[in-house]
């Protein structure tokens, strides 16, 4: 992509180019400067898995529901919207199937960052120092510091971090619903706003035990502890769960 982006700033044309911050400083650092016409967008990541590893898991859902999969979303908001993780991905004929992330090895430990690349673990752009014109994450927690909002389908953390990025946002506001908050609560409920995510012990032998016997490790996480607590998360009407949290 970084190619494509070179031969499209060279013909004149706009990039606007999202992606992870340490692609966006490869970005840079491959083209050498900053042209004008170049908007970038990074994102408040936590971390990053193995190419490998998703591979693998994809060929193992292939292989349960016998056909190749064309598209795969991890964020769908259709069942249970923004506060419920379920993907959704399609094989032949465009048949959907779907799962709770909790209920998915990969993605399980994809939500745990047990699965994500040592470099993660120590991600010197885990802070408000951001690459980006515009930095773009969820804005977790806004329940709690903005009234009156729709959460359903979920609200956006906006950072701007450059003239370029303000320009931009001052173009789209009357396309926008834009409320001002505080950088303390944009990083309360955001901790890769400050730090990068912690390193679990699993970490240690995590691609020796998965990779040893790759469908092994897939079909263990269904007879495991966390699967089963996760099976009743599932099961409880939020009704429920909240009723428990104020206890």
Same mark, same amino acid.
């Given at each position: ?28 650092? !491959? ?78 430990? !994809? ?31 806004? %329940?709690? !510091? ?6 359903? %389908? ?60 790759? %469908?092994?490790? %897939? ?29």
């Amino acid at each position: 992509t970084y190619t494509d982006v070179k031969n499209l700033l060279h013909d004149g044309k706009f990039v606007l180019f999202v992606g992870t911050p340490c692609q966006i400083e490869g970005l840079l650092l !491959f083209l050498k400067d900053k042209p004008k016409n170049l908007i970038t967008v990074d994102l408040i990541c936590h971390g990053v898995s193995s190419p490998l590893l998703w591979q693998k898991h994809k060929e193992y859902l292939e292989s349960k529901v016998h056909s190749k999969i064309n598209s795969y979303r991890f964020r769908g908001k259709e069942k249970n919207g923004w506060s419920c993780y379920y993907y959704y991905y399609y094989g032949d004929k465009n048949k959907c199937k779907y799962g709770s992330a909790i209920l998915d090895h990969y993605y399980a430990d !994809f939500l745990s960052g047990s699965n994500y690349r040592e470099s993660c673990y120590k991600c010197k752009y885990a802070n408000l120092n951001r690459i980006g014109d515009i930095t773009i994450g969820d804005c977790w927690g806004a %329940e709690n !510091f903005i009234d009156g909002i729709n959460l359903n %389908e979920g609200i956006s953390l906006i950072i701007i971090n450059s003239k370029t990025g303000c320009d931009l946002i001052d173009k789209l506001k009357d396309s926008l619903i834009l409320k001002k908050i505080t950088k303390e609560n944009a990083t309360k409920y955001n901790h890769n706003l400050h730090t990068p995510t912690p390193r679990p012990l699993e970490r240690d032998n995590y691609y020796e035990k998965c990779f040893r016997n790759f %469908e092994k490790w %897939e079909k263990e996480y269904t007879h495991s502890r966390d699967y089963i607590i996760n099976k009743v998360k599932i099961a409880t009407p939020n009704v429920v769960k909240k009723a428990i949290k104020k206890l």
